[in-house]
């Protein structure tokens, strides 16, 4: 049986000539930024090396090929959802990233078309138009954009945290293979991210702190007694269930194993405080294992996505900032990042 000689084995690499034009457009952006004395740092070069290339290979990589006079708003939005130019575990980008990203797109684009005298593409600049959340993330007038994690990434942390209680029907020396130091890591995480807390406010809850009493389930706690500081007054906080059961199991090892003291988490079993360099170490350890460790933001990533999860959820702005601790005027920063309701852990 013959073969239709219309389709090919494999796949067709895209045309010399595009290839070409995207090579030379980044190429003769960047000579200019170099003789201009715009651009100077190697660090920077690379950086934007890399996402130049992410871009061109997904352009060069469609059916037909986006080349830089065809690129529309459409084929931005198909890049940016493709999450090339990736960050975080989950490919996905951050605004600062993406903001960083489409300006270049824009710069070497208006470039090329000064070089061929053309007019200029304005899709990069329309795409930050159309995206607030990036547009206002590098933003002077504005406080700056908090880092947090993306759904797939909290529920990834989660599911991580979570291992370390046994299941309901499973043998109760499941937890053998956890130390009780890397126990009350992962707890102290959950709460972090299940109740927003800082890493002070972690350091320091007392025995005293969890609250059982009034909660729809026997025992396990459904709010903190946060303690004051000279930052924040004592406040409540409501424990998200996964957290909850979490410090449930907490509790328990601490008894049995007779850990003294009355700091919840405390940093040797003879009840000393933990201290803020290990507890800032053993936090990043454990998101670092978890497969969400980042450079930016550090474990406040976590106190953030709680907020914003609060918010999607429609917690008025006030509650969530005194579950916080802080100002409800510094609710304000959340604003670009939740625009509107989405999926939330």
Same mark, same amino acid.
């Given at each position: ?49 890399d ?6 290979a ?7 090929v ?46 090329h ?9 304005p ?9 607030p ?20 990434e ?7 945290? &979570?291992? %370390? #209680?046994?299941? +309901?029907?499973?043998r109760?020396? !499941?937890?053998?293979?956890?130390? =009780?130091?890397? @126990? $009350?890591n ?27 009493q009034?909660?729809?389930?026997r ?12 930052? &924040?007054? %004592? #406040?409540?906080? +409501?424990?998200?269930?996964?957290? !909850?059961?979490?410090?449930?199991? =907490?509790?328990v @090892? $601490? ?34 294992e ?12 976590l ?43």
């Amino acid at each position: 049986m013959l073969m239709n000689p219309s389709l090919s084995l494999f796949e067709e690499l895209p045309p010399t000539g595009h290839v070409l034009a995207f090579a030379q457009a980044f190429e003769h952006w960047l000579r200019d930024q170099r003789d201009s004395g715009l651009l100077r740092r190697d660090g920077s070069i690379s950086v934007y090396q890399d996402m130049w290339a992410a871009f061109s290979a997904w352009c060069l990589a469609q059916s037909p090929v986006v080349t830089l006079s065809s690129l529309g708003l459409a084929d931005l939005h198909a890049f940016q959802a493709a999450r090339f130019g990736r960050k975080t575990s989950d490919l996905s980008l951050t605004p600062r990233y993406a903001l960083r990203l489409m300006r270049l797109i824009d710069r070497v684009l208006r470039h090329h078309a000064a070089q061929i005298d053309a007019a200029p593409n304005p899709s990069a600049a329309d795409w930050i138009a159309s995206n607030p959340m990036v547009r206002y993330a590098d933003s002077a007038q504005a406080d700056p954009l908090p880092e947090y994690l993306s759904t797939a990434e909290a529920r990834q942390l989660i599911a991580f945290l &979570s291992e %370390a #209680r046994p299941r +309901p029907g499973s043998r109760r020396d !499941a937890r053998a293979a956890l130390t =009780w130091q890397e @126990v $009350r890591n992962r707890v102290s995480v959950a709460l972090q991210l299940g109740v927003g807390l800082t890493p002070g406010d972690v350091r320091a809850l007392t025995l005293d702190s969890p609250v059982s009493q009034g909660g729809r389930v026997r025992e396990r706690p459904w709010k903190l007694h946060v303690p004051g500081d000279g930052n &924040s007054p %004592a #406040r409540e906080a +409501p424990v998200a269930p996964w957290a !909850a059961e979490l410090l449930r199991h =907490w509790l328990v @090892v $601490r008894s049995e194993l007779a850990i003294a003291g009355a700091f919840l988490f405390p940093s040797t079993r003879t009840g000393k405080q933990w201290q803020k360099p290990s507890q800032y170490e053993c936090a990043r350890r454990v998101l670092e294992e978890a497969g969400v460790d980042s450079q930016e933001g550090g474990s406040f990533r976590l106190r953030h996505t709680f907020a914003i999860r609060q918010l999607r959820r429609g917690s008025p702005p006030e509650q969530v900032a005194r579950w916080l601790g802080i100002e409800a005027v510094k609710m304000k920063r959340y604003e670009h990042v939740v625009p509107r309701p989405v999926e939330v852990v």
